[in-house]
């Protein structure tokens, strides 16, 4: 089965400041997806960011980017000018390519920001 | 908000008792997918209904069982209730069973005494 492994179960950055998030996941697939999710206290999980294993260039939407290493299956989270609403838990996940919808996450890690 | 919605929003049970949570997917969205997240976890795949049908299962006892209904609506039943599924039950919807984005609920908090 696959893992997906967050090792940083919590991270601060000042506002307007940049941090990384990390992750790295197992598994013997070469196709698959990965993402980032977004969880605010007591608020709905929203997605964050998504990579496709086989594009090699990085996703970026606005101030997240990540940086997909998919040969030391990392997939870190680098959140840019850091806002007061961007804490939260987040959770990587990794999804197979395969038929079915089934996502593998990770432990999450709390990021707090301070103004 | 994501148009998820689950209810109830809290729940409290004993060990023993049965517990059914509801969940109405996204409009447009034939595919729900149930997860377990315990306290500071992450969410664990539960199962998968694409279309009425079980569509995938992950690692949980038979006594966790689903349904999905004609308008793609969903019901997460859990039987014999236990301690350690005291937890927060995430649904998802989705547009179809391939890649597209999941949209999550806000989850029912359920806690068993």
């Known amino acids: 089965a696959q893992t997906v492994t967050q090792s940083q179960p919590e991270m601060s950055v000042q506002e307007a400041e940049t941090v990384t998030l990390s992750c790295t996941y197992d598994t013997s697939e070469s196709d698959y997806y990965l993402f980032w999710y977004k969880q605010p206290p007591s608020r709905q999980m929203i997605l964050v960011i998504r990579q496709e294993a086989y594009k090699q260039q990085n996703a970026t939407e606005n101030r997240f980017s990540v940086n997909f290493q998919k040969a030391a299956k990392s997939f870190s989270l680098k959140i840019s000018d850091s806002q007061l609403g961007d804490a939260a838990m987040y959770f990587c996940?990794?999804?197979?390519?395969?038929?079915?919808?089934?996502?593998?996450f990770g432990t999450g890690t709390s990021l707090t920001v301070i103004p | 908000e994501t148009g998820v919605t689950q209810s109830p929003t809290h729940l409290i049970k004993t060990r023993g008792q049965q517990v059914t949570l509801r969940c109405s997917s996204q409009?447009?969205?034939?595919?729900v997918s149930w997860y377990q997240q315990a306290l500071g976890q992450g969410p664990q795949f539960i199962f998968q209904?694409?279309?009425?049908?079980?569509?995938g299962r992950g690692n949980f006892p038979p006594r966790f069982s689903g349904l999905q209904f004609p308008n793609y609506s969903s019901e997460l039943n859990v039987n014999a209730l236990e301690l350690d599924d005291s937890a927060l039950y995430l649904c998802a919807s989705t547009a179809g069973t391939s890649i597209n984005e999941q949209f999550f609920g806000p989850g029912t908090r359920l806690t068993v005494l």
């Open positions: 409009s447009g969205h034939n595919t």
């Open positions: 996940a990794y999804r197979s390519a395969r038929a079915g919808n089934q996502f593998y």
């Open positions: 209904y694409y279309r009425e049908e079980e569509n």
